[in-house]
């Protein structure tokens, strides 16, 4: 029986679901989610703070009510298995001789919650995941009101195998603007946990590029896409259903973290 033909988006390939152990007891403490960034031939695996460490960023309590700090992530990557694809599970450690693995901000470590964790290039030896910097996309800014998405795993869910859901949401704050001094920005979501560390991406439809209204040789008429940045979390109020803000960090934030470490 010849196999079933299905179209997938190709963002969809960038986005990873993890889950943080204690190796020692083969405990799981958290899900997440997170993604890979490609510089100078090297592959980073990105994701937050806060999943790597199993700590608030400010108060640096523990998040889970176990207070264990994970020394272990797993992933599970699409790999090409002749004539077949298959998921296979990965570990990483996140210590060596007890010093961290990951990078942190160089300026504002924990601060901004996104670290960089180099994986060796066997781990993607026919695997299928795409580096999310290997993608195309266009050169527009980001706009208040654009329509974001938001690739991971909310209660640990799934789109088919082991594909991300697409939550979508909107730009909230004025994407050139710092908030709290930090390069991050908020967008309008109903986000849930297992999406820390998740790719967020902007779509738009429509005319693009255009000048005082009038179109230029550098006007795009149909679909347009771009990289936001990681998503870290919600603003947290009295309930889930408070302000519904999720906190994003801008892409940029991942070139400062790699390039402290050269």
């Known amino acids: 029986m010849k196999p079933r ?21 083969n405990q799981k403490l958290a899900d ?31 998040l889970g009510a176990h207070g264990g700090t994970p020394d272990m992530l797993k992933l599970k990557l699409l790999v090409q298995t002749k004539p077949f694809i298959k998921w296979k ?4 450690s996140l210590y060596e001789n007890k010093e961290k693995q990951w990078i942190e901000h160089p300026v ?9 964790l180099k994986i060796t290039t066997s781990i993607l030896d026919d695997s299928l995941v795409r580096p999310i910097n290997n993608n195309e996309f266009e050169n527009f800014k980001l706009q208040v009101s654009d329509d974001v998405f938001i690739l991971g795993f909310p209660y640990r869910l799934k789109g088919g195998g082991n594909f991300p859901i697409w939550k979508r949401g909107s730009v909230a704050t004025e994407p ?26 902007y779509r738009r439809t429509g005319l693009h590029g255009l000048d005082n209204g009038m179109p230029t040789d550098e006007t795009i008429i149909g679909n347009i896409q771009g990289f936001v940045g990681i998503y870290s979390g919600r603003i947290q ?23 402290s470490s050269e």
């Open 237 to 259: 109020g009295k309930s889930s259903h408070d302000a519904q803000l999720g906190i994003v960090w801008k892409a940029s934030v991942i070139d400062e973290i790699i390039k």
């Open 108 to 116: 504002h470590k924990e601060k901004v919650d996104v670290i960089a």
């Open 32 to 62: 997440g989610s997170g993604f890979i960034y490609v510089n100078d031939n090297n592959n980073f695996l990105i994701t937050n703070w806060h999943n790597v460490t199993g700590l608030d960023p400010t108060t640096h309590k523990p």
């Open 176 to 201: 050139d603007l710092e908030l709290d001094g930090l390069p991050k920005l908020l967008v309008d979501t109903a986000s849930r946990p297992g999406m820390s560390g998740s790719l967020v991406i």
């Open 5 to 25: 033909e299905v179209n997938i988006d190709p963002l969809s390939y960038c986005a990873i679901p993890l889950e943080m152990y204690f190796s020692e007891t």
């Open 89 to 92: 599970s990965f570990g990483i």
